[in-house]
């Protein structure tokens, strides 16, 4: 069964490049799709990036995702870190059981 | 007026059933483009998987939920509804419905509605 893994936590400051990680426990990641969800304290997920590396109208370009297929692992990058992208990340692909998430990733921008 | 909107009742007794309802205000309800599933977040806690229904009616459920969830979509009343039976204090959390586009991408959540478990 996939699981996901994320770090808990990843902090940076403004302006600066955060990477967020998750890791593919089993299989090959790299044959599912990747989604990544923005939430906001307090607020419904939004959806940043889709099918691994794609943007929702209206998500700026500072956004991007990527796979690493020696690693099993997608990325979240992030430039130009504003206060407002301070939030939860999560990442979501699925296996025959459905949907899997992973754990979360909280990122502060200090 | 939201495109997606929960509701049902706040609070539930343990052994109970949980109904919920997405009422879908954009017409999509009637596309083939777009299938419909259920994601809980207790507080404080992550994002959860219940299920999916398909355009086609299929619909797949998180086997740890064992039998207990049935979700269905009326488009006549543009409506998607979530029933987990015998619930316990453990389905405490906030129920979002959502708009999935191809098999796992969300393009729409609900805002999201808080179910409380308790006697």
């Known amino acids: 069964n996939l699981m996901l893994t994320q770090p808990h936590s990843v902090s940076e400051s403004p302006g600066k490049t955060v990477t967020i990680s998750c890791a593919g426990s089993?299989?090959?990641?790299?044959?599912?799709?990747v989604q990544w969800y923005q939430q906001r304290p307090g607020s419904a997920p939004t959806t940043v990036i889709y099918?691994?590396?794609?943007?929702p109208s209206g998500v700026p370009d500072r956004f991007s995702g990527s796979i690493d297929s020696s690693s099993n692992t997608a990325s979240l990058n992030i430039s130009g870190l504003k206060t407002e992208d301070e939030a939860d990340y999560y990442c979501?692909?699925?296996?025959?059981?459905?949907?899997?998430f992973g754990g979360g990733t909280k990122l502060t921008v200090l | 007026q939201l495109p997606l909107q929960e509701s049902g009742p706040r609070l539930v007794k343990p052994s109970e059933t949980l109904s919920l309802t997405c009422t879908i205000s954009?017409?999509?309800?009637?596309?083939?483009?777009?299938?419909w599933a259920w994601v809980r977040q207790p507080p404080g806690q992550g994002l959860g998987y219940i299920g999916t229904?398909?355009?086609?009616?299929?619909?797949s459920y998180n086997p740890s939920l064992k039998g207990r969830v049935t979700i269905s979509v009326d488009p006549s009343k543009s409506k998607l509804s979530l029933s987990l039976s015998s619930v316990t204090a453990a389905d405490t959390a906030i129920y979002y419905c959502?708009?999935?586009?191809?098999?796992?991408?969300?393009?729409?959540w609900g805002q999201g509605t808080l179910v409380i478990v308790s006697s």
């Open positions: 959502a708009r999935v586009m191809d098999i796992v991408t969300v393009d729409s």
């Open positions: 954009d017409g999509s309800v009637s596309s083939s483009a777009y299938h």
């Open positions: 229904i398909f355009f086609s009616g299929v619909t």
């Open positions: 089993s299989g090959d990641i790299v044959s599912n799709s």
């Open positions: 099918e691994a590396n794609q943007r």
């Open positions: 979501q692909s699925y296996d025959s059981r459905g949907w899997v």
